[in-house]
């Protein structure tokens, strides 16, 4: 099974276009499966089989959601194998996700988020790209992934917007804000000529040795102006996406734009900040129906 685990893992990365991050988030999931059934060759593998596997997952005590990857990425893998005529028949094509409780994610409020963006000391290079950063991941609800891969071309201050390339390799274009505008500037200007040293590197924020950001190191920053600030909530890079859609919404914007921004590929995704639609339609409710009050 190993062989064709790695087959479809060049497959997602070559034809599919996926990151190297999902790429290894399927090859994690498929390797725990066929660690489960060794032996066992993939033609003969059985429904019952599958199902048994997915059971064993829920004894050890992994979560709903772990377990819907988890099915998502073996349905993916015999999808494959079915397509490319290796197997005539696909075992997981009945088996139905389990059913997950859509945790609501921590908010921050319009305060907290004001107090997170002013942390940074924009009277040093660092300060002004850590300020750049926050502001353009709070102005576009971009993915810290898609946050660190922005290059130089992808910006177009002129216009006010900016190029991303989402999951599945979606490219979208979302608009940025004069507050993230002004950041992005100040950073051009005053910060990134002095990080690059140089050296010409076509991502857009670089660390003190020149090099592009990364997650963790995008994480590091956060974590320390989270402190900083004494917000209470639980932050993350992506309680700042979550923030952009929930200001976004509860300010009049409708689902299917910010669908469309936060590069989510089915609306039913975007759906888990409906509580605040329906809340803004009961206030209207109250506010203009003759017989609500």
Not at 111 to 139: F, H, S
Not at 166 to 184: D, F, H, N, T, Y
Not at 265 to 271: H, L, P, R
Request: glycine share 6%.
């Amino acid at each position: 099974m190993e062989a064709l685990i790695h087959e479809f893992s060049e497959y997602l990365r070559i034809e599919k276009r996926h990151s190297p991050h999902t790429v290894a988030g399927y090859c994690r999931d498929l390797g725990r499966f066929s660690k489960a059934l060794p032996g066992e060759k993939v033609s003969s593998l059985t429904t019952a089989q599958i199902r048994g596997f997915l059971l064993i997952l829920r004894e050890e005590g992994l979560s709903a959601s772990s377990i819907a990857r988890s099915l998502s990425s073996i349905k993916s893998f015999f999808r494959y194998l079915c397509e490319d005529k290796q197997l005539k028949t696909n075992p997981a094509e009945i088996l139905e996700t389990p059913r997950r409780w859509r945790k609501l994610p921590d908010i921050l409020s319009i305060a907290d988020v004001d107090k997170l963006l002013n942390c940074p000391d924009v009277e040093t290079p660092i300060g002004l790209r850590n300020q750049a950063m926050l502001e353009v991941l709070y102005a576009t609800g971009m993915r810290v992934s898609e946050l660190i891969s922005v290059k130089g071309h992808n910006l177009d201050l002129v216009a006010g917007c900016l190029r991303t390339m989402g999951k599945g390799s979606k490219e979208r274009i979302v608009p940025i804000g004069m507050v993230a505008i002004k950041s992005l500037e100040d950073y051009l200007l005053n910060s990134r000529p002095f990080l690059a040293k140089g050296q010409k590197v076509e991502e857009l924020f670089l660390t003190r040795r020149a090099k592009s950001m990364t997650r963790q190191g995008f994480w590091k920053i956060l974590k320390g102006y989270v402190r900083q600030s004494d917000i209470k909530a639980n932050v993350s890079p992506h309680t700042l996406r979550h923030a952009f859609a929930t200001h976004l919404l509860d300010r009049g914007a409708d689902l299917r734009s910010v669908q469309q921004m936060l590069g989510h590929a089915d609306i039913s995704t975007t759906q888990i900040y409906t509580h605040i639609l329906e809340k803004r339609m009961l206030e209207v409710h109250d506010r203009f129906h003759p017989r609500a009050g």
